[in-house]
């Protein structure tokens, strides 16, 4: 009997040995983690009987169940996780880490009276570690519907097989993680392939962000790119986000959060809650608790190129989901350093792209700005080129009189998107209301404006409710250092923030039109010269013509109309304390020409008349409705700019030559000049008449004198020979030579 017990024991052991040796041969043949625990619990149902058994794996303090073979709802046992501490056996597993039997569960631990355990009808346990050296990676527990079926020896087989099990479970785990990493290496290659394959920025800010949950599992990702010296976000990309949530995000909101902390740390970091970190605050914090789908866990990655930081990247999880993982971070860090580089060779890219749009651009202005020497036509097209070129909803030319401070629109351009109020050409304005520009055009340095500005010029808010501008930009026009005008940029759709690149684009614009512009006005100007020359020739010629006053001041304003850019014109004479309108031209086009012939005004009470009498000097007012020493006549509203001059005779004013506009700030110092060579003319005329008058007067004085003379010496004669005819004598005259001349009857 002795014999057969060692017989049937020597038979125990070898079938046991040949159950572990055939359980390590089948342990080798894979890597596959789920069928290494299948074969586990197959061999280890051969040497240690069980109904139900599971396998846990230690996951931080927690054991979560990966495998089992018995249980009717093993689907809904996997993946669960308990923490070690509970009230159940596998804490003593794992805090001696040798085997732990249970006689009858349900009475000694409430938890196997609750499902998902009830169901199962658990009653003897083992409990098993699985250890690799000294660090315990998991447990094997074995179930069995009878108390106290599992003895020390059922313990220490299963034992055996756990230590086995654990190298291969750990050696799937490896296998699994270098697998995993070389996937997520060989994802992260053809992630930069697709990344480094667009040079266009938002649809790359795009791909990286899809790419980032495609590689990390999340379920959103988000892109921030910033200006940390402006303090501005610059650009906002995101994947798995609501519509609008991208859209909403302020830079205030990138300081206040993590990605901020990432930003100032320059590190990159794990938050396992972004409610309960205490880094997250402020507006980031609200923003988060608003969230309908609020993420939870979220790992951050700086975006960094040459030790600058230009964003982040994110990815989060949501609630329910697991916190990411050092590894996870580490993927995103290193698709961080990949998105970094992609996004600097796109923005170096776009740059590149924008100076050869720009040179293109200019190369474009500089040829249509130079092709005329007509200042008006050189004016309009640089107000269109800049203003396209910076895609603007207008653009004007202004002029600066450096002594008055006066300003006048010379030239728009009006985008097909601007407002109605934005056409503003003739407009005038006194720069002394507005010291922001004026301080910029005598700095000869740019301005860039913004109607929510809280220093905003008084005077530039109002224009700014008028018109319905958000922001402007003012590049003054300079010539030889010297301030001449200003290119003024206006946008009414939406409040811009003019760039460094627009301000040069458009300095560059201006310094090639001041060129232009002195161009064409000295052309203008030698035009302008050789037309008064010619005109005042005509007048002169006109002059010693004809003698007819009427004719001759037809003709010179006909030459005034030459020089003069009016639109209406007229000369009026002196009689006694009144000036009457004697010769007008234009008048008809503006519907008062029966007036203008019946036009006579007292001097006295015209203050521009009176001031032209005393000083003989011209007068010039280039807006008459805030002249406030012009006399608005009933009927005259359209007048608007005004220039008159003196015609002077001898020192006196006889009359005044007059040009009207129907534009404010239509006339200058220059017309003025003009006008007055024109009224030295007709005051020439105006003399020639006189002494021509005169001249008249006396011939018909001595006509009437000779007249009278021949009257007289026909009555003596008549008397003569009544005397003789009547006289009895004979009466006989003789010449000197004796011959009879008259003899009475």
């Known amino acids: 009997i002795q014999r057969a017990r060692l017989f049937e024991a020597e038979q125990h052991r070898r079938q046991e040995a040949e159950t572990l040796r055939e359980a390590a041969l089948a342990l080798t043949t894979t890597l596959d983690r789920n069928q290494v625990i299948e074969h586990i619990?197959?061999?280890?149902?051969?040497?240690?009987?069980?109904?139900?058994?599971?396998?846990?794996?230690l996951r931080g303090d927690r054991l979560e169940i990966v495998g089992g073979r018995g249980f009717p709802n093993l689907d809904d046992l996997l993946g669960i996780s308990f923490p070690i501490d509970g009230d159940n056996p596998n804490r003593e597993v794992v805090r001696t880490r040798t085997p732990f039997i249970v006689e009858d569960a349900p009475a000694v631990y409430e938890e196997f009276r609750r499902e998902p355990h009830a169901q199962a009808d658990i009653r003897s346990w083992l409990g098993v570690p699985m250890l690799v050296g000294e660090r315990l990676v998991g447990m094997i527990t074995l179930d069995k519907h009878e108390p106290g079926f599992y003895t020390p020896e059922h313990a220490r087989l299963a034992e055996a097989f756990a230590a086995q099990a654990a190298i291969a479970i750990e050696n799937?785990?490896?296998?699994?993680?270098?697998?995993?990493?070389?996937?997520?290496?060989?994802?992260?290659?053809?992630?930069?392939?697709?990344?480094?394959s667009t040079l266009e920025l938002d649809a790359l800010l795009q791909l990286i962000a899809e790419r980032s949950v495609q590689l990390t599992g999340a379920d959103k990702s988000l892109i921030l790119l910033v200006d940390t010296e402006m303090g501005k976000l610059i650009k906002a990309a995101g994947f798995g986000f609501t519509p609008g949530q991208i859209e909403s995000f302020t830079y205030q909101e990138v300081q206040d959060g993590i990605s901020g902390w990432v930003l100032r740390e320059r590190?990159?970091?794990i938050s396992e809650d972004i409610l309960t970190d205490p880094r997250n605050t402020g507006l980031a914090l609200e923003m988060a608790k608003k969230e309908p789908e609020r993420g939870k866990s979220i790992?951050?990655?700086?975006?960094?190129?040459?030790?600058?930081?230009?964003?982040?990247?994110?990815?989060?999880?949501?609630?329910?989901?697991?916190?990411?993982?050092?590894?996870?971070?580490?993927?995103?860090?290193?698709l961080a350093n990949q998105a970094a580089i992609a996004?600097?060779?796109?923005?170096?890219?776009?740059?590149?792209?924008?100076?050869?749009?720009?040179?293109?651009?200019?190369?474009?202005?500089?040829?249509?700005?130079?092709?005329?020497?007509?200042?008006?036509?050189?004016?309009?097209?640089?107000?269109?080129?800049?203003?396209?070129?910076?895609?603007?909803?207008?653009?004007?030319?202004?002029?600066?009189?450096e002594e008055t401070d006066q300003s006048t629109v010379l030239a728009e351009w009006i985008n097909p998107e601007a407002t109605a109020s934005e056409p503003d050409l003739g407009a005038r304005y006194d720069l002394r209301r507005y010291p922001t520009t004026l301080q910029a055009l005598q700095e000869r340095q740019p301005l860039a404006v913004q109607a929510t500005d809280p220093d905003l010029d008084p005077a530039d808010r109002e224009s700014a409710e008028r018109y319905g501008w958000k922001s402007y930009l003012i590049i003054p026009l300079v010539i030889q250092d010297r301030a001449i005008g200003y290119v003024e940029l206006w946008e009414t759709r939406w409040k811009r923030e003019f760039t460094e690149a627009d301000v040069r684009l458009c300095q560059t614009l201006a310094a090639d039109a001041a060129g232009a512009i002195e161009r064409a006005r000295l052309f203008q100007a030698e035009r302008e010269q050789r037309e008064l020359a010619e005109a005042l020739a005509e007048a002169a010629a006109a002059i010693s013509s004809t003698l007819n006053l009427d004719q001759v001041l037809d003709r010179i304003l006909e030459q005034v109309e030459r020089v003069v850019a009016g639109d209406a014109f007229n000369i009026m004479l002196v009689e006694d304390d009144n000036v009457r309108v004697v010769r007008w031209r234009g008048y008809e086009h503006l519907g008062v020409e029966d007036r203008i012939s019946r036009f006579v005004i007292p001097i006295a009470e015209y203050p521009n008349l009176v001031k032209m009498v005393?000083?003989?000097?011209?007068?010039?007012?280039?807006d008459t409705a805030s002249d406030p020493e012009w006399v608005l006549v009933e009927g005259w509203e359209w007048l608007r700019s005004y220039v008159a001059a003196p015609i002077q005779v001898g020192g006196l004013a006889v009359g005044f030559l007059c040009v009207d506009g129907t534009r404010p700030?239509?006339?200058?110092?220059?017309?003025?000049?003009?006008?007055?060579?024109?009224?030295?003319?007709?005051?020439?005329?105006?003399?020639?008449?006189?002494?021509?008058?005169?001249?008249?007067?006396?011939?018909?004085?001595?006509?009437?004198r000779v007249q009278e003379r021949t009257a007289q010496l026909q009555a003596q004669y008549a008397r003569l020979d009544a005397i003789l005819r009547s006289t009895t004598?004979?009466?006989?005259?003789?010449?000197?030579?004796?011959?009879?001349?008259?003899?009475?009857?």
């Not at 197959?42 to 846990?56: G, K």
């Not at 249509?368 to 800049?386: G, W």
């Not at 000197?736 to 009857?745: D, K, M, R, Y």
């Open 614 to 622: 005393r000083t003989g000097e011209p007068v010039v007012i280039p």
């Open 267 to 269: 590190t990159p970091t």
């Open 41 to 57: 619990l197959a061999q280890l149902q051969q040497v240690v009987p069980y109904d139900t058994a599971s396998v846990q794996l």
């Open 729 to 745: 004598d004979g009466i006989v005259v003789t010449d000197e030579q004796g011959e009879i001349i008259q003899a009475n009857p």
């Open 172 to 196: 799937a785990r490896l296998y699994e993680e270098a697998r995993g990493h070389a996937d997520k290496l060989a994802a992260l290659y053809e992630t930069s392939q697709h990344i480094t």
């Open 299 to 334: 790992a951050v990655a700086p975006l960094t190129i040459t030790g600058e930081v230009i964003g982040t990247l994110t990815v989060v999880n949501n609630v329910g989901r697991p916190v990411f993982s050092q590894s996870d971070l580490d993927l995103v860090v290193m």
């Open 665 to 704: 700030g239509q006339f200058g110092p220059a017309d003025a000049r003009r006008l007055q060579a024109f009224a030295d003319h007709a005051a020439t005329a105006i003399e020639n008449a006189q002494l021509y008058r005169e001249v008249l007067n006396h011939a018909e004085w001595l006509e009437e």
């Open 343 to 401: 996004i600097e060779n796109s923005r170096l890219f776009q740059a590149t792209q924008r100076q050869a749009d720009e040179l293109a651009r200019l190369h474009k202005a500089a040829v249509a700005i130079s092709s005329s020497l007509e200042l008006s036509e050189v004016l309009r097209t640089l107000a269109k080129q800049v203003g396209r070129a910076l895609d603007t909803s207008s653009a004007y030319i202004c002029d600066w009189d």
